[in-house]
């Protein structure tokens, strides 16, 4: 038990591996609630109170009345959806149809019609409450006939038993039908009410923390297995009485503790981000009242199955701790150890995706690690395995399989640790390098300093992987669309307008302007015409607010674009919508410059501490290029990460932005956009180059305080935990603040101000860059504290 | 040539703990051994001389110029090994001399043919291209010894050159050094008391941050000539000497154990014998209390 606390001791005592976590964590948390904001038409989040009301106003009544409650509601949004027909249509027969229908429903159902019209007078959206009655009403339906899915099945066991394909009692297929009758029959009479499982199917379909588990549990096992072997200290541990079976017991024991323990955090956090988002779930009732749940048979409450989910992931994770223990056991090379590591989690990766259901080779799909960890999938899935001709359910199968990887890797480990020499060899290929290098390499190098200074930064901090995954990520984020997101009813009509309209003035264009003003014209004499209806009338209205709307941004852009050529310079029409986010979005920005300032808190520090941290920082600094040049060197390369981490900051969605909306307007002026009619002529192409220019100086003043931080303090850790302080979390504060951003500068002529802001960030930029050049190259006692405390 | 270490204070802790009181020391051409106990001074000084700490007072000349003022020429004639920490683990021994060279300003030309010979000089030529994190304690040594070199420099300090090294290596370097130092300054800060005995043509011997003597080996040793004794006693009396006297060494033989001590007053009553002193008694009869 000592040992064990030791062991999980030095793990959790690893400052880097802290900090990975904490990050990690936080990292998760944001992914997940940013997927869920960024979701489209997501009433469960916009609408969570009335979500909620609804549900405990319909679960107060009968299921009978509930759903004759609903239907009521869902006529009045039938009745609605033909008012706007009628109002709008020029098709007369559509108009015929659509009057025919709202006379049938005004002497049927009244009371529904009476709703309609109300609600056609207020002129709101009512998209996301008719999807919330929809959702709810499916629930009804399924509950009503749950117990006929269930009561059904021996009769459908029985029946199927006698046909041809099934009637073998000793094949797989018949003992697969009874099991499957007998699983569903223990959920007879099993009470289905009406609730919210939200937080349930949110985690459950969301999958980055597992990866994020798998790669910790990874570092786990670098920190529990290789550290002390590639220090070379198994020799003394092994030496001692309780060196062997004990210290590799315990490492095992530690290792499933810590996984367990991290499993359960992530989850938790998980459900905690979930519920902030969505509120509480419905935790009283029987899983089996969703839809989602049909073919569940294990017999549990909401809250139960939280429980279950926990465990089932930290089992499922523990089956990847044991795979990777027994890899770092078998294998002492460490490229042998990430390959073998790399290639079992790829490999099941792809089996789990790639195979199909209904593939011969399907027990891959779920005899596999990837399936085992989606525990939605796992838990709410009802399926049965063949073993040997018998059917064996697929929790059953996943149960054995990671105690058989549990023991049987614990156990090799644990033999392997205790029989096999722990000292490490040298790696074959290295040797063979080593010798190719001797036979064909020459004395030969480069005395430029940016060199050394590049193969630090980039090879020995292993930084090029760091960079290389983020060029991998852009790329791929620089493909797909940027589409804009319509928010209003007017904005749409005028989107559909604008595709006619965008591009040069021409008489055609023109001609359309005014036969969309004669269209409105025409639905305001119908406003004239006594047969219609109170619900018709508010429908026309609301018809006539939002193509005006629409119309009127057309005119006004119209009026600008004429004064513009006044002034001699060519405009032409452009969406104002999509055009005006792309130079001006504080939400964009606000991310963008989040996710640079982390790529240089991560990337920046350690150019400059990484002489503390071998404290060979005496021996440069006594060198002729040792101390400016060195340090300008430094700056160089610093300056180089910060450019690429800009382009792979803001290029993608630029990029993404083209392929949506192609070069076309780029070059149009801005002014003839709404919200920059005040600022100076610029074209949108030339805002964008000033809008990136101002980052990248924001960029640049952000790699000079990281830097500053980083020669101040001289650790790597420290450093990036600062300065997330000091500069990741005040900008995640500051999210979405309108005034703070470079697309102010066009929308409120803030040119003066915004020089004033870029020339004090280039000055601070230089002032901090100053500060940390005289620090790094000072003599101060200060300057070589870090040496003395490690060194002497 | 000449580099003058004039009236040198440093303390750190706010004053409290002074690593340097008022040391003051010129050296010429030749191999300067500096002895001292932990936290006697020597790395500070070191860092001092070259130009990686500033001292509170006082200030070091190189041939009259204040080393401040000289700046990158005079690091431009300076050589430094540090004491062996840690080095760049990913870099093979090829690159990180290279990059030591460009650290140095020379010029590829110069470069090649100096590590060429250099890595002949100190038996790594084998090894070029195998990365500095394989390497043995002792080859790590030759190593930094062999970036120290690079720019043939006039000033050469090493910190615990030797460390690590076996007895072969051991001697082989310090003939090299005395080789070389003919034209140069060369300052050796060690524990190893036999690395400088041979070599060096003074010894500045450094206590609390003061300097206690600065003298050639023999002046020094003749110090202590009639205080160096080797004394034959039984196995009883062993935990009285080694509680009254500086013990520098302990023989068994036959029955008996012979203790050479290092002392102000000879033991009376006991077969004693004067015995020529070595440098390591003096460092013993300096820096081990007033016995």
Redesign the interface.
Known sequence: MKLTLYEIKKVISQKVFITILVLSLLMNGFILSYTQLNKSDNYKLSHTKSYSEALSEYSSLSTDKATQKIKDKLLAYEILSDFQVLATTDDKRMAKDSEKALKEYKKNNPQAYAEAEKMSKSGEDFSNEKQMLEDISDQLEYIQFYPDFINEMDERAERQSKAKLFNDENSFSYKNLFKTADDYRALQGTKLEIGKITNVLTVGEYKISDYLVVAIIFLMCIYLFSFERDKGLYNLVRSTRKGRLATILSKLVSLGILTFLVSVVFTLSNFAVSACLYGFDTMNVNIQSFAEFRNCTLPFTVGEYYLVFILSKASSMLAFSGIFALFFGIFTNAVLKYIACGGIVGGELALYFFISADSPLSFLKYINLFYFSDTFSLLSTYLNLNVFSFAVNILTVAFVTIIFILVVSSSIVAVIFVKCNQQLR?NKADLII?SF??KF?K???????I??ES??FF??NKYAVFFLMLIVFSVFNCFGQEEYTYSSKSDYIYKIHMEYLEGEVTTDKLNYIKEKENYIKKLESKLNNSEFSDGMMGVITNTIENESNALYKIKEQYNRIKMLKQQGIEACFVDENVYGVFVSDPRREWMSFAFLSLILIVSIPSINTCEY????????????????K?WLTKVMIGLFSTILSFICAYIPYIIRFINTYSLKCLSYPLNVIEMFESGKTISILGALYVELISYLFVAILVFSLVTFIAVVTKNNLISMLLSTVVIFIPTVVLNRNENLRAGNIFESNFIMPMVIIITICLILAVLFITLAGKRFTG???T??RR??E??? | MKLEIKNINKS?KKGTVKALDDFTVTLTPGVYGLLGPNGAGK?TLM?II?????ADSGEVLYDGENIKKLG?NY??I?G????Q????????L??F????????????KD??EK??SL?KTVNLT?S???KLG?FSGGMKQRA?IA?ALL?DPEIL?LDEPTAGLDPKERIRIRNFISEIAEDKIVLISTHVVSDIEFIAKEIILLKEGKLISHNTCNSLTKEIENKVFEVEIDKENLKYFQDNYRVSNLSHSEDKIIVRIVTDTSPKDYKIQKVKPTLEDLYLYVFEGGK
């Open positions: 040298k080593e290098k001797k390499c004395i030969n190098g480069s005395t430029r300093l060199s050394g193969f630090k090879l020995q941290k071998n404290n060979v920082i005496c021996l440069i600094r006594s060198n002729k290029n040792g101390k400016l060195l003599t101060g006692f300057q070589l040496s003395y490690t060194g002497n | 750190y790395s860092n070259t130009d990686n700490l500033n990158k690091r431009s300076l430094y090994m540090p004491q920490q840690g080095l760049y683990d990913d870099f093979t090829n690159r001399l290279w990059y030591m060279s460009a650290l140095k300003g020379l010029k590829k470069a090649k590590i060429t890595l084998e070029a291209h195998k394989g930094l970036q720019n300090i």
